[in-house]
């Protein structure tokens, strides 16, 4: 049995036992089951080299669990959990995942209308049984068959640039409220993941009672939906958007190291503990310890510098390598997001974006952007009004018209032509030679037959990017997250002939494709494959997009060499092949 499965049987004891309104205990199984889940050696192992005192020397283990773990490695069960199962014989695993539902709502639940499962639950809410039980009602219900149905489409991770403007939003103002010194959003977030959990904010305050105060403040925010918990150094809640949300008020002098700790990853967190072990202090969320005394923890820098490591940006801190890098002063210069001159995907109220061509350049002018690229979709994609031949000759005058007028107005902006053009299901491209050659940019893109095999999509592709007019391929997946799975390509087939090719591939950056993943982009940049960032904007709001792609590619060790629209204007144009 690995430590996962211990791991989980301890959490579904915990739960059960809230369910039962005992105190403490719930949170001692929660506690030792996190520390098992993050344990180096094997549970097993350590039990038969060293017994029940070796389970007792687990972190947060006490002999009572001990027990428990040493009748389930004896006997493959624990009779306590069997006990507690018997008593409430539902799913708390399945049920649990639903926003809103926790311990106390599942008992009830089920003492009343028999609930098990989350199909039972499903099928309850829709009966309409829950909002007649007291203390419910039609809103309760609503936000349960919500819940399940983020949970189908979802596995309940919310999109990054999805919920972005509201933790930012939440993140100033608990940081504008006075006696509030600092606020910073960690976790996932600050790593810039492309989806997320849950929201970890950390403050630090200028005396005890704003930290009260604080809390106060959190817990009633309009945003916030449900409270579990509020107390002197945590609070957890769940907003209205479904996502549960986690404030934490840290010592000054532990500031750094929590920062350090609550951005994680976990796996970089468990590689950072291992090297301050070697060197013979402990790292904790406080701080890093020689014995009892705490030697930093005030900043970051000087956590990672005592381990003998270089800062490093969040969005490299996975375990993927990037721990040996800061030892050897090897870390990647990633791109930064103020690095981009361009925008190279955009669709028009030509085909169906919302805006007009002007609009665009009028939001990319307040970005500070030199230049956009015109996509709009082409012929065979009927449903968003693809340009033929002639449309695109037309856009392009009306860009050049625009570009004349610019130029009057000294404005270092310039428009470019260019299109997103279908590749067919033969890998042939839906445009003619001739215009695809007055276009300053050709990008390509598959937007049907996504059901294809893997070799016959990939070898479309790679038909498509071998036509001597192709500049960039866009989406090269074709993934929608929470969504649509990305079709079967080859990915690390396609990065080899882009290489053989010089197609550029995109890291798409509207926030629920952000395709190429961070480990192609990876791949693609250590082959000196060139790459773009698009914001793939049908509304001129979605610019603001470009964010995370940077992230994304940031995320994937790349630098601002490898893009080229963060090169000036001219020098991009040059790279390109056609
Ligand atoms: P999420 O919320 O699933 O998108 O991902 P995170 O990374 O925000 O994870 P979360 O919210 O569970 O915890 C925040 C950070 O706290 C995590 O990145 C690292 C740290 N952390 C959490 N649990 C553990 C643990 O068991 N061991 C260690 N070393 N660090 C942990
Ligand atoms: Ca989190
Ligand atoms: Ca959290
Ligand atoms: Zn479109």
Known sequence: MDNKEIAKILYEISEYLSMEDVPFKPRAYERAAMAIEELENRVEDIYKKEGLEGLINIPTVGKGIAERIKEL???????YYEQL??????????????????????????????VKNLI???????????????????KSEENILRGINFLKSSGGRFVLGFIMPEVREIEKRIGDFPGVKKAIIAGSIRRMKETIGDGDLLVTVSSPRAGQKIMEIFVNMPEVMHVYSQGPTKSSVRLKNGMDFDL???????????????????DHNIELRKIAIKKGLKLNEYGVFRGKKMIVGKNEE????????????????????????????????????????????????????????????EEAIKLGLEYILITDHTKS????????????????????KINSKLKAQNSKLRVLKGAE?????????????????????????????????????TERIIKAMKNPHTDILFHPTGRLINQRPPYEVDVEK?????????????????????????????????MGVKLSIDSDAHHVSHLHFLEFGIAQARRGWVEKKDVINAWPVEKMLKMLKH
């Not at 539902?90 to 009830?108: H, M, N, S, Y």
């Not at 039972?120 to 829950?130: F, P």
């Open 120 to 138: 039972d639950l499903e099928k309850a809410a829709m009966a309409g049984k829950i909002r007649k039980l007291e203390g419910f009602g039609q």
């Open 494 to 526: 396609i990065i080899r002939v882009a290489k053989e090719t010089k197609t550029v591939l995109e890291v798409n950056a509207y926030p629920n494709r952000l395709d190429l993943k961070d480990e192609y982009a990876r791949m693609a940049k250590n």
């Open 302 to 361: 000087e956590v990672y510098k005592i381990l003998g490591l270089k800062w490093m940006e969040p969005e490299l801190r996975e375990n993927a390598g990037e721990i040996e890098a800061a030892q050897n002063n090897r870390l990647p210069k990633i791109i930064g997001y103020n690095d981009l001159q361009g925008d190279l995907q955009i669709q028009t109220n030509w085909t169906d974006g919302s805006n007009s061509i002007e609009d665009y350049v």
């Open 248 to 266: 934490r008020v840290v010592p000054e002098e532990s500031f750094g190291a929590a920062l350090q700790y609550f951005t994680g990853s976990k």
């Open 381 to 400: 994609l009927a449903m968003t009004h693809g340009l033929d031949e002639r449309g695109l000759a037309r856009q392009g005058r009306e860009i050049d």
């Open 85 to 114: 199962k018997k008593k409430t014989p539902v799913k708390v695993d399945e049920l649990t995942a639903v926003e809103g539902v926790g311990p106390k709502i599942i008992k009830r639940l089920y003492k009343e209308i028999g």
């Open 73 to 79: 490695i004896r006997t493959g069960k624990i009779r």
């Open 421 to 457: 053009v279908n590749i067919l299901k033969d890998g042939r491209l839906d445009i003619k030679d001739d215009t695809l050659h007055k276009l300053d940019v050709v990008a390509i893109a598959v937007h049907s037959g996504f059901k294809m095999s893997k070799r016959d999509i």
